[in-house]
């Protein structure tokens, strides 16, 4: 369950320019889309959505829990177990393996090793004879793949995803969207997706734009 209620952000160095989101109120295993021209505040809106950003008013509330009223571990630790993040831009330890990468994701979630399951989701996503290299041996397109797999090897309440289709041909578009509605559906998270991807947006029906 994801809702907000009147929320407004306001970036340190650009004070003058105040976000106003429109309020959310996602059920469970609902999903939804973030669509709006550049630079209108999506990326902004998924991040305060994962508690990455504090707002300037209002609430965000996941799972039932207001995020505002956590402290900074409560919070980091609520994140590490409930949030599935993939950015737009992929953060990884370059110097480690694909496989490596998951299982340091895994770690930081506190929740039980799966082998089985990173084993799975290295197979649908179609990475299997990468999975000993280093990230940096990685296309780009293979490093987007690795980004949704680290977004949700920890089976997280809420999967976010910023443009997780943008490097991506038709067919491993194809892929990732039916992985990310799959997980959503068997770990009954909400999935929210940001992309100007017209090939996502014929797969869902709800949407917000900014
Ligand atoms: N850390 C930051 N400090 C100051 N301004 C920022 C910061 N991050 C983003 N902005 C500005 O806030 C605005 C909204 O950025 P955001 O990334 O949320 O937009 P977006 O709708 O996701 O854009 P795009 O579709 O191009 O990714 C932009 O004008 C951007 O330059």
């Known amino acids: 369950m994801i809702r907000t209620k009147s929320l407004q952000f306001t970036y340190r160095d650009t004070k003058n320019r105040t976000f106003c989101f429109p309020d959310i109120d996602l059920p469970p295993k609902e999903d939804i889309l973030v669509l709006g021209p550049s630079g209108v505040?999506?990326?902004?809106?998924?991040?305060?959505?994962?508690?990455?950003?504090?707002p300037k008013e209002g609430d965000v509330f996941i799972?039932?829990?207001?995020?505002?009223?956590?402290?900074?571990?409560?919070?980091?630790?609520?994140?590490g177990q409930n949030i599935g993040l993939i950015f737009q831009r992929a953060y990884f330890i370059r110097s480690l393996?694909?496989?490596e990468n998951l299982t340091l994701r895994e770690r930081l979630s506190k929740k039980k090793s799966d082998h089985y399951r990173k084993e799975e989701l290295i197979t649908q996503l179609g990475l299997t004879d990468l999975q000993s290299k280093r990230v940096h041996q990685l296309s780009e397109g293979q490093q987007q793949r690795?980004?949704?797999?680290?977004?949700?090897?920890h089976k997280p309440k809420?999967?976010?995803?910023?443009?997780?289709?943008?490097n991506l041909d038709d067919t491993n578009c194809e892929k990732v969207i039916s992985l990310l509605k799959k997980e959503a559906q068997s770990c009954k998270s909400n999935l929210v997706i940001v992309t100007h991807d017209k090939r996502?947006?014929?797969?869902?029906?709800?949407?917000?734009?900014?």
Do not use: M, W
């Not at 799972?63 to 994140?79: H, W």
């Not at 976010?160 to 289709?165: K, N, V």
């Open 41 to 54: 505040g999506k990326t902004t809106l998924l991040h305060l959505l994962a508690g990455l950003l504090p």
């Open 63 to 79: 799972a039932n829990t207001c995020l505002n009223t956590l402290t900074r571990k409560q919070l980091d630790y609520f994140i």
């Open 97 to 99: 393996s694909l496989l």
């Open 200 to 210: 996502v947006k014929s797969h869902f029906d709800n949407h917000i734009s900014l």
């Open 158 to 166: 809420v999967i976010l995803a910023d443009e997780p289709t943008s």
């Open 146 to 153: 690795l980004s949704i797999a680290l977004g949700v090897v």
